[in-house]
């Protein structure tokens, strides 16, 4: 293709391309073809870098090497610009819109909310009427089998022991199944491959069309119903915030031996994943805090060996009386290296810190100098999070604050709960009487969705003027 490219300079010099080779590849969207009938081309295939690989005697790649973080002025006549860098892959991913010619998708969008895409219940609160959470976050366990030193878990009250009965976890799936809940996340206070339910709930959500994922360590996953999994789970993603033996050990205060191991057993479900067809995403996440800085990058590259898809770094999330004691500018010590781990993501392999939430000492759209961008928590009914033993509070942070209790899956009717008037009076209690910059956890996990329900509850002036 590059030896039909006809190649000419811009009136400020540079390279551009005048023709469009006739086997270009048509763009996947070729949205203006419709209004322009002009034949849209995928830019990338025809794109600069790849000129810069044709013969030589066409180009020099130093000839197109521009720096998207530097700015070029130029001038022709009496006017002035200024041309700004277009390297691709410094191009910064746009966190809130869909993908665009210069914003390359953003796969997952870990670091953000999905309400645009559940206006039906937005509607349905604005309107005052009852409606189903879409998520719900929760424990199947009260307990774990490993001490993590960054565990918010233990702030909740670790108890040996508490599980959600089995009885209990599949009526509420049931129920959840009636209400519309659409995803249901085994991420809680305790292990959740603990509860031996796990399995045979995860086939029935399937069978409901309830969405599950799992956040676990690992340890326990019982590989004989790793199909189970696979098959029906949207994602499953290992709690690890080490990429070596030693770290491993500092972190997660488990035994060294465990390591390799679990290695096998993540490298074992991408394989039956792969070899089955089956959808669900596997990943790692890491807890970013100051004993695993030095894992960062080991565990990039770890990921990326293993197979998986994504590797994800988050903040530690710390109670309102800072028990975790996490100081959030001391994680501006590591921004270069956090940096350099998200520059080893390539098309299949997604590295990437939550920004929103690891930036709240300074100033992101969620925070400013550790304070929120909103007022009132309005985030609960939607997503809702019950704890390991089986008790429904509006949010994580809140779990064991009696006057939140909203009821207990072993004893209540979680169908009859969310028709009922005490579970809409907890909610509302939450909107009239929580100070979320006092009360609150920093980074809870409703924190993206509360931003944007305060935004559609605060509009600015002239909203018409769109
Ligand atoms: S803002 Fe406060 S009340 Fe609301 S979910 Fe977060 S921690 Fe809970």
Redesign the pocket.
């Known amino acids: 293709m590059s030896e039909q490219k006809k190649i000419s300079e811009n009136r400020f010099g540079k390279k551009i391309i005048t023709d469009i080779p006739e086997e270009a590849p048509l763009a996947h969207t070729p949205g203006h073809k419709l209004r322009t009938s002009n034949k849209i081309v995928d830019r990338v295939a025809i794109s600069l870098d790849e000129i810069a690989m044709s013969p030589k005697d066409l180009l020099q790649p130093d000839e197109l090497t521009i720096d998207a973080e530097t700015t070029q002025e130029v001038a022709y006549g009496d006017q002035k610009g200024i041309i700004r860098g277009v390297t691709e892959e410094k191009s910064i991913p746009n966190q809130f819109t869909g993908p665009s010619y210069r914003n390359k998708k953003e796969k997952y969008r870990f670091d953000g909310h999905k309400m645009l895409y559940h206006l039906e219940r937005i509607q349905q609160w604005q309107a005052g009427e009852k409606f189903a959470p879409i998520h719900i976050d929760m424990g199947l366990t009260k307990f774990c089998n490993e001490a993590c030193i960054y565990c918010y878990a233990v702030v909740q009250n670790m108890t040996k022991g508490d599980l959600i009965e089995r009885d209990a976890l599949l009526r509420f799936i049931e129920d959840c199944g009636k209400l519309g809940v659409k995803s249901l996340g085994f991420i809680g206070d305790g292990e959740p491959t603990l509860n031996p339910a796990l399995y045979d709930a995860t086939v029935l959500a399937g069978e409901l069309g309830i969405d599950t994922a799992m956040a676990t360590n690992g340890l326990a996953l019982d590989m004989d119903r790793a199909h189970d999994l696979l098959k029906n789970m949207t994602w499953i993603r290992f709690n690890l915030s080490a990429g070596t033996e030693e770290g491993f050990l500092r972190v997660h205060q488990t035994q060294k031996k465990h390591f390799q191991p679990l290695m096998e057993k993540i490298r074992e479900l991408v394989r039956i994943r792969n070899e089955n067809g089956y959808k669900c995403t596997i990943g790692l996440q890491m807890v970013l805090i100051p004993e695993c800085y030095d894992q960062v990058i080991p565990e990039a590259e770890l990921g990326k060996e293993l197979g998986v898809d994504y590797f994800v770094i988050k903040h530690c999330s710390d109670s309102?009386y800072k028990e975790i004691g996490i100081d959030y500018k001391d994680y501006e010590t590591v921004y270069d290296v956090l940096h350099a781990a998200e520059a080893m993501s390539t098309d299949d392999y997604v590295v990437q810190a939550k920004w929103e939430k690891i930036g709240a000492g300074r100033e992101t759209a969620l925070y400013k100098d550790g304070y929120?961008k909103?007022d009132v928590?309005?985030?609960?009914p939607f997503?809702l999070?019950i704890s390991g033993n089986g008790k429904i509070y509006?949010?994580?942070?809140?779990f064991n604050k009696e006057r939140?209790y909203i009821g207990d899956l072993h004893e209540d009717s979680f169908y009859d709960l969310v028709k009922g008037e005490h579970y809409w009076n907890v909610h509302q209690d939450?909107v009239n009487s929580?100070d979320?910059h006092k009360?609150?956890?920093i980074g809870?996990?409703?924190?993206y969705v509360?931003k944007f329900l305060w935004d559609l509850k605060n509009p600015p002036e002239h909203i018409n003027f769109i």
């Open positions: 309102e929120r909103y928590c309005y985030g609960t997503l999070q509006p949010c994580g942070p809140f939140f939450v929580v979320v009360d609150c956890a809870c996990r409703q924190d509360n």
